[in-house]
């Protein structure tokens, strides 16, 4: 079925919110013991001399969480891959810019960017989003700014249910296959089948009716919040002990870090 295919890509979509819901000893770590460290890591990673040996090192800190919260590694890294081609265009420039001494550069460049995505992934894979919102409000993050992160959040999924149903009352009433030419994913990639998606003279419609769709919807729920006492900020179940397990990862992963990083500045 056309909607199996938009549903498919949904999933994937969702499958780090998936990953982050497991019980493995990194997914039970405080939250804050794992933001605090993936911030220290991202904040050594930025200093790090840009030497292309030496920086490879800083992969050994995202390998050791995957491993010790049992993620896959294909999740991580198919999400990585299509981070990569823009850090790329910016460490292309460096090519042109800097002359002698560009490839290093360039190559610094792109395992910076490598290592950094791949911690926040991790950390994203391990820890639910709505905690990693309610611990940075209680770290001092304005109300109005974790609502506004939390509500987009939630209603990603609802917005792409939508236009899976859209999409499928599209297939149902297309005729004799005609407006299936393009991809709905991908409006440019011609189908080897009549029954691809959206066709493209129709895809300014089909948009034009998910933004309508999407403002009435917000408004019905905007007004479901009010009626039920919304002033802002929303409640988020964010408690959690600190353990002694947390203090352990923190000093040893800290500790680690600047192991990491004294030695390669040495």
């Given amino acids: 079925m056309p909607k199996s295919k938009i549903f498919k890509s949904i999933l994937e979509l969702s499958e780090i919110d998936g990953l982050s819901l497991g019980t493995s000893w990194l997914h039970r770590l405080h939250s804050g013991a794992k933001i605090g460290v993936t911030l220290a890591f991202l904040a050594c990673a930025a200093s790090f001399p840009n030497e292309p040996r030496r920086l490879a090192a800083l992969f050994i800190f995202p390998a050791v969480n995957m491993f010790l919260g049992k993620l896959p590694p294909a999740a991580i890294l198919s999400r990585l891959l299509a981070v990569l081609p823009f850090a790329g265009a910016v460490a292309a420039g460096s090519l042109v810019s800097v002359g002698e001494g560009g490839g290093a550069l360039c190559a610094s460049l792109m395992l910076k960017s490598a290592v950094t995505a791949s911690a926040a992934l991790v950390l994203a894979a391990s820890t639910p989003y709505p905690l990693l919102i309610a611990r940075l409000g209680s770290w001092g993050a304005p109300n109005e700014v974790c609502a506004v992160f939390l509500l987009t959040y939630r209603y990603l999924w609802v917005l792409a249910d939508e236009a899976a149903a859209m999409f499928h ?15 709905l994913l991908n409006p440019f990639r011609r189908p080897k089948t009549p029954s691809g998606g959206v066709r493209a003279r129709h895809m300014g419609i089909f948009l034009g009716q998910l933004l309508l769709r999407s403002f009435d919807r917000a408004e019905r729920v905007y007004d479901a919040m009010l009626s039920r006492g919304f002033d802002g900020s929303l409640p988020v179940n964010g408690r959690e002990n600190w353990k002694f397990m947390d203090s352990c990862y923190t000093v040893i992963s800290l500790g680690g870090l600047a192991c990491l990083r004294f030695w390669t500045y040495a």
């Fill in 169 to 183: 009352s599209y297939i149902l009433r297309a005729a004799s296959g005609e407006g299936r030419a393009f991809g």
